[in-house]
Nanobody, 122 residues
Framework: QVQVVESGGGLVQAGGSLTLSCAASGSIFSLNAMGWYRQAPGKQRELVATITKGGSTNYADSVKGRFTISRDNANNTVYLQMNSLKPEDTAVYYC????????????????WGQGTQVTVSS
């Protein structure tokens, strides 16, 4: 079984910063791409940033230049450094991990964390 756990959410004023962490654990043969998604009330879940095992990144246009995604492969952990936060960044942030659990299978499964609330006040 694979577990994905986020931490680091909270309340911050506009212009401030937060760092989110996400650790994957359990039966992991290979941890591939990881990413952050968010969902605000009344809106669809949207991609924030992703990072491949090799370090290639992709960002939503709304966060480019403000957010940075990184990972620590040795600890199966991904981070999201959020700077210059805006009220519109308020959402529940979810961590996603693409995991191969068995070398026999080789199939990639997506696992999701429980979400962590980020609230940016004006």
């Amino acid at each position: 079984q694979v577990q994905v756990v986020e931490s680091g959410g909270g309340l911050v004023q506009a212009g401030g910063s937060l760092t989110l962490s996400c650790a994957a654990s359990g039966s992991i043969f290979s941890l591939n791409a990881m990413g952050w998604y968010r969902q605000a009330p009344g809106k669809q879940r949207e991609l924030v940033a992703t990072i491949t095992k090799g370090g290639s990144t992709n960002y939503a246009d709304s966060v480019k230049g403000r957010f940075t995604i990184s990972r620590d492969n040795a600890n199966n952990t991904v981070y999201l450094q959020m700077n210059s936060l805006k009220p519109e960044d308020t959402a529940v942030y979810y961590c996603n991990a693409a995991v191969v659990v068995s070398w026999l299978d080789g199939y990639e499964y997506d696992y999701w964390g429980q979400g962590t609330q980020v609230t940016v006040s004006s």
